[in-house]
Each structure stands twice: as C-alpha cells, then as structure tokens.
C-alpha cells in the first residue's frame, strides 16, 4: 500500500508529445480514475507508472521510492489489461499463480492463496481449464485474480471492462467497486467510459491532450466542471452547450433570445453549459420559452426532448410518463442554480 | 443447364485440375519409388507390374558407396545447423519484433537481400577462405555454410510468430514480476513454439537439401547425400535403380517433416488470429 506522485511526468515521441508535465498526488489506499478520450494521454500515463513505458522527463514516485529507474517487475504493481494478457499456454490456475511463481513464493503457500483469489473472483470451478475455454467476463477475473493474488502497492487497470458487452459490463464494475472497497490498495484506472469513472472513482483526473484537465471527485466533475471540455465530456446526455452573449446581465442567445439573469459583468460571446436534468420541461407557454420538439425518444426511465432553440438543438430530459409527438411545442425553463458559463475563446468556466 | 448442373460440372472440373496437378507433381516421385524396388535390367522398362527387390538399398549402403557415410554426415550437418541457428535466429527475431532499433528495417531487408545473392556468385570465395582455413572438406565448415543460408529465413519467419503474440501478454508478465529473460523463456518460447518447430523443421529441410555447396566445398569425407547420389554414374552409364533407392533415403525424412510442418503450419498460422 502506498501513494503515487507523480512529478512533472512528460513522454514524447519526437515532436508528438503525449503527456505533458503532468503532476499528480494520488494517495494511498485511493482510486483515482484517468478519464479522458482516446489519445489523451491516460494509457501512456499509467504505463509509465507501471515502468512499461520510461517518462522522457519527469519523476515517478510509489511509495517513498523514485521508480524511474526500476524495472516493472520491482515496482510491486499489479496490471489488468484490456484485452486481459492471459498467458493462452497455461491453466487458470497456472495463471493466477504466476505472478506469485516469478516471485519465488514458497509452493505451499501458492496453492491457497490462488484459490482464495480464485475464490473472491468466483472461477473456482475453472481453475484447471485453459483461458481460450472462458468466456470474455471469466477471462477478465482471470485477470484480476491474478491481480489481487499479490498484495501489490498499487493495481493498475487500463479499460478492464472495454472488452466485455453492455451488460457483463454493468455487474463486473459493481464487482470491480466491491472488491476494490474490500482490499484497500491504491487504484489507478484507466477508462474512456464516463460512467465507470463517476461509479467507481474516489478522485477523477480527467484528461485531454496530455493535459490534466480537473482533478477532483466524481461529483465536483459532474457538477463543477473546471471548463468547457470537462463539462462536454462527463455526462449522459452531454451538456446543453449554447452560443451566446452576455448584455446587461442576461444570457442572449446568438439567435437574440434572452434567457436567464446571471450575476457577471457584459461579454461580447459567451457558451452557456446547461444539463439535460437542469431544463424543465413545460406545457406550451408555460415556461421561459417555448420551442419545437425535433425529436422525442422514451428510453425508459425518462424521457429526452431534443428541442430546436433557434439554430442549436438542445436537450432536456423529461419525466418517465412525459409524451410527447415530434413537431409539439413543449416550455422549457432552466434550472438557475445549476448553470454554467464558458468563454469561447479559452473554454474556461466564468464563475457566476 | 439448370443450377445444379452448373454446378456440379464445376465441380467435376477443379477435381479434374486437381487431379492434373498432382499427376504432374507425382510422376517423376512415383517413377523413383518403382526404380527403387527394380532390378538393373527391369529399370530401364516403364513396367507397373515386377517383382520387387530390396537388393539396391542393400547395395547403395556397401562399398564401394558407403551411403551411410552420407546419410551420417547430412544429419549431422542438418542437424547441428539447426540446434545452432534457431536459438540464435529466435533471439534475433526476438529483439526485431519487440525492439525499436536505428536502421531497423534496414538491417531486416539487408538479410533478406543475402538471399537474392546467386550461391553461385559466391562459392569460389568461400572455397578460397576454406582452403586457407582448413574448413574444406569438413563438416564443421558446411554446418557454417548452411547456417548463412537457413539464418537469414528462419529470423523472418520467427520474427513472424513472434509478432503474432500480443504484447499485452508479455507486458502482464513483467509486471507479474518476470525478467525480460524469464519472458521469453516463460511466455514467448512456449507461445512461438509451433512457430519454432515450423522454422527448426524449414531450415532443417534446406540442409538436407543443399547442393551446390556441398558438392564444391567437399570430396570425400563430408559429402552428404545429394552429393553422394552422384556416386552412382558408373561406366556403365547411370545406375538408376541404386540412384532411386538413395533417392528414396534422401526423400522419406522430408515426407515425415513435411507432414509434421504441415500441421504445425496451419497452427502457426492461426495462431496469432484467436486472442
């Protein structure tokens, strides 16, 4: 058990550069999830953590140890790869067991330590079959098992649960948060799915161009976005992202809609950041605007109105017994706690 | 015609195309095999039924042939080429797979393009440099020999079994705790084994096969069989039947060997597909 820093943490290759002087704390006993989309520099991260990639400058610490220098093997991590990096040759079993072999522990303790992680991952009755005998899910505990086998200072997962369908998905990440609760050891986590970040996180880093773009909990990202790539990124629907202008303290849309009063001074362009949960959906006339239903989808446990506002679309989700016909004009009112404001030019947030 | 017609006709027409192919490819082996179990006067006559004899392997293996001599010498030889080269050749293979290099690819096209080198351009060198070393006429110095040819075909071909296994797999075992050494011993050899048995097998067949070489770089005490074959033009014009029966010996390790590598191929092949 330990904490990680990283220190000024920077990999080139050549003139691409894929992280760039990035410093990150993460504490012990932690799980903090890399959240970004592909190429930001997440994977790259956590491989130099894991020693299988050298920083072009930059530190790694874990623990009190600076590990630059060490091999992957002497770093006391443990990995689970996306697309599992089983050994095909060798029974589950042989496999669990593995990083416990290479480490010459004693055999008469590898027998019931393999079962015991066998055990907390349900493969027991598996654990003489090869791994091309498995199924996608059995396959990735594998790849925990042979994880949690070690009491290692820091589990490292890069997307886990990409490889497996929507469904297997849903209950191996509340296997994943199960387990990661009982055991206590310092996560990094590497994903592009906005959900498993927010559901298994202590602390997000969400990143984008090799950039730590906010560092903070699933819910200060949710509903703290640090700016306007943070606030796009992280929820389902997107948020509402509308081009604007503030004058004289009101939101003006560019269609020349004045929207809502906000606390801050005139601005020539402005984006307003409002969630699909933060606009209410009214009968006609009855809110602070009334707007044209482009498209009505019922997804079940709610309904999403993609209204047409002048020349953007936006969405707003509506109650679960809500229906509505294409072409119906609904009222829509926002919510004005939950607002958000963003230059344009730096996508910064603009605190109101 | 209606459907099935159609079909049917099509089908009998790659059967009778198969059929050609394999005629052809057959002939000249069918041939040797009937020559080998003639006697002398039979040989010469294209007759399917005869009364078969093993006389010529008996005589092929006496003086003043000594084919044993040969077939000794061309295991050896293939043998100890491919015990040397597959180590070395899967270490090679190894690093350009898995390692980043300058001039990488350079260095891969360049063995390759010793290939395309005429065995003929090159011989009269290496006949001076054995003379000089005292390498003529030795097994050691074929065993040189064929590892400068079979090295350069089983780098490539390892390099591409090597490039089938997924990183991912030898990356979880260096963070399970293994060596680079431990890796490859552990994780790579035992994964590329198809691969190296294809290879081992590959190169051990151009061994057996080799010719040119051998027939300038040795005489009398190293001479493998394909050499040795030509023992048999006697002053009696060309023994046939006894060239058939050596020929047989050279041929029956290949037809094991190819179907060994035939399986292990398609395995090999596959291997890389299935993750």
Known sequence: MA????????????????????????????????????????????????????????????????????????????????????????????????????????????????????????????????????????????????????TPKVFLMDEPLSNLDAKLRVTMRAELKHLSRELQVTTVYVTHDQIEAMTLADRVAVMKHGVIQQLGTPDEIYNDPANLFVAGF???????????????????????????????????????????????????????????????????????????????RVIARGDRHLRKEQDDVVGISLNADHLYLFDPETEDRIRI | MTGKQRRQFWSAVHTVLILVAIFIMLVPIVWIFLAAFKTHVDVYQLKLFFTPTLENFDIVFDDPYRLGEKLFNSTFVALVTVIIAIPIATLAAYSFSRFSMRGETMMLVIILATQFVPAVVIILPFFVMFRDIGLLDTRTGLILVNLAIVMPFAIWMIKGFIDGIPIDTEEAAMVDGSSRLQVIRNIVLPMAAPGLLTSAIFCFIIAWNEFLFALILTNKEAVTLPIGLALFKGEEGDLWNLLSAAGIIIMAPMFVLALMIRRYFVQGMTMGAVR
């Open chain 1, 3 to 150: 904490e990680i820093k990283l220190k000024n943490l920077t990999k080139r290759w050549g003139e691409f550069v894929g992280v760039d002087s990035q410093s990150l704390h993460i504490k012990d006993r932690e799980f903090l999830v890399l959240l970004g989309p592909s190429g930001c520099g997440k994977t790259t991260t956590m491989r130099m953590i894991a020693g299988l990639e050298d920083p072009t400058e930059g530190e790694v610490w874990i623990g009190d140890r600076m590990v630059n220098d060490d091999l992957p093997k002497d770093r006391d991590v443990a990995m689970v790869f996306q697309n599992y990096g089983l050994y095909p040759h060798m029974t589950i079993f042989e496999n669990i067991a593995y990083p416990l072999r290479a480490r010459g522990v004693a055999k008469s303790e590898i027998n019931p330590r393999v079962e015991k992680a066998a055990e907390q991952v349900e493969l027991t009755q598996f654990l003489d079959r090869k791994p091309k005998a498995l199924s996608g899910g059995q396959r990735q505990r594998v790849a925990l098992a042979r994880a949690i086998v070690r």
């Open chain 1, 234 to 312: 992280i929820g389902s629907p997107a948020m509402n992202l509308i081009n604007g202008s503030v004058e004289a303290g009101e939101f003006v849309t560019t269609g020349g809609t004045r929207l809502v009063k906000l606390n801050t001074a005139d601005r020539d362009k402005a984006i307003l950041g409002v969630r699909a949960d933060d606009m209410n959906v009214h009968e006609a006339g009855q809110g602070d605007i009334d707007v044209k239903i482009y498209a009505f989808e019922n997804t079940g446990e709610s309904t999403l109105l993609t209204v047409q506002w002048g020349r953007q």
